[in-house]
């Protein structure tokens, strides 16, 4: 098990639902976006978006990103 392995966060994802997930690292509820970057963006000249996922089935992920800092 790598580093990045070992910090990543698994979810269970609904057929049907949308998920938005962090990629600034500002989220109060990582894994998941809580609009954070909107703020950073406009004072920091970011461009930061959320990930969106639309699962088709029922499934479990693990995701992970570079910017949260746990």
Excluded: Q
């Amino acid at each position: 098990m790598n580093d990045k392995t070992a910090e990543a966060i698994k979810v269970k994802l609904l057929a049907g639902k949308r998920y938005s997930f962090c990629s600034c690292g500002l989220s109060k509820n990582l894994p998941y976006c809580d609009n954070a970057h909107r703020d950073h963006n406009e004072r920091e000249g970011t461009d930061y978006k959320s990930l969106k996922i639309f699962p088709k089935e029922d499934t479990e992920v693990s995701v992970f990103s570079a910017t949260w800092k746990r």
